[in-house]
């Protein structure tokens, strides 16, 4: 059975790899004078940094079957708490301003935990949603719905993260992005996380066989209060990266990244039922998203088009993983039989 289990998830993996060869080749027939120039590669890997982190939380979350749609919120508030400490303040010290940002978001991600487990919500749709919209508020409060720059040199070193390059690889400054470097720091982790540690395999039980776990012991609800905050700290953790990408702290930036999120985990394997996801699978879903938005942008593709194509993408991830939990079940009928 865990040689059938991890076959299914290679050829998941495959699956997605291959789409996303086949979309990169397509923009690249399309755009190919802008979208395969080594700075706009570079580029895409810059800008699903954000989503890589962000949707690293959501795949634990969907593990147990949850979700967390207050990702989005998280994010920025993590952000614009930095920008009003440097604004307001006037501290500069990239550790203070990171574990603030950091420590914010996990806090937010422990409520949310704390919400589904104490007061027995029917469903974590519920209270992270309700999260989504108090974190939203708080951050345009603090900010006073103003968008805060970062002109500040102090902060050059905490933006480092989000905005340098390490090399030159077309001779015209075009380097790795550091975010991206982070992001596989972080995977790594996350992967010996998620396969090699008993909590890793309790989270993939609570999500996977509810009852299995209650009967072996593992204590569920603390298992979820810490999915949650994990997720939270990943969002700090993105809120970081996006201080230094955009040099700036806008309220309303996370607007997509709740949908962003979800979807590179649903195309890379997870599941809504829970018990199912890779956190490598959830980059390469991650770098499709980013390939799409970025073709879509080099194709100047109006917004409104875009937001049309990626809801379409994202109602595809869905209903392929709603047919797949369905032939899922009835081979385990007909197994049975």
Known sequence: MKKKSKAKELVQKLTVLIALVILFAIFAIIVPDKFLRISNQMNILKQVSINC?????????????????????????????????????????????????IGISTLAGFIN???????????????????????????LVITGSKTIGFTNKGVDSLMWFGKYT????????????????????????????????????QIYCVGGNPEASRLSGIPSKR?????????????????????????????????????????????GGASFTGGKGTIWGTMIGALLMG?????????????????????????????????RNKMEAQARKSAAV
Request: glycine share 12%; with cysteine; charged share 10%.
């Open 113 to 139: 935990g704390t919400l589904l487990t104490r007061l027995d919500l029917p469903h974590p749709f519920v209270s992270t949603l309700g999260m989504k919209n108090v974190l939203l508020g708080i951050a």
């Open 53 to 101: 982190l962000i949707a690293s939380g959501m795949l634990v979350c969907l593990i147990t079957a949850g979700i967390d749609l207050s990702v989005g919120s998280n994010s920025v508030l993590a952000a614009c708490l930095i920008g009003v400490l440097v604004q307001k303040f006037g501290i500069t010290n990239p550790v203070v301003l990171a574990l603030a940002g």
């Open 291 to 323: 390939v799409i938005r970025n073709g879509l942008n080099l194709m100047s593709a109006s917004n409104d088009i875009q937001y049309i194509i990626i809801g379409l993408v994202i109602i595809l991830a869905v209903a392929i993983d709603v047919l």
């Open 166 to 201: 390490i090399g030159n690889f077309d001779g015209r400054g075009a380097g790795f992005p550091v975010s991206f470097l982070l992001v596989l720091i972080v995977f790594a982790l996350f992967h010996i996380f998620l396969t090699r540690t008993a909590l890793g395999r």
């Open 223 to 267: 298992v979820l209060t810490f999915v949650y905050s994990l997720s939270g700290f990943m969002c700090g953790l993105a809120g970081v990266l996006l201080v230094g990408r955009l040099a700036s702290a806008n309220a309303n930036a996370g607007i997509s990244y709740d949908t962003d999120a979800i979807a590179a985990c649903i195309i």
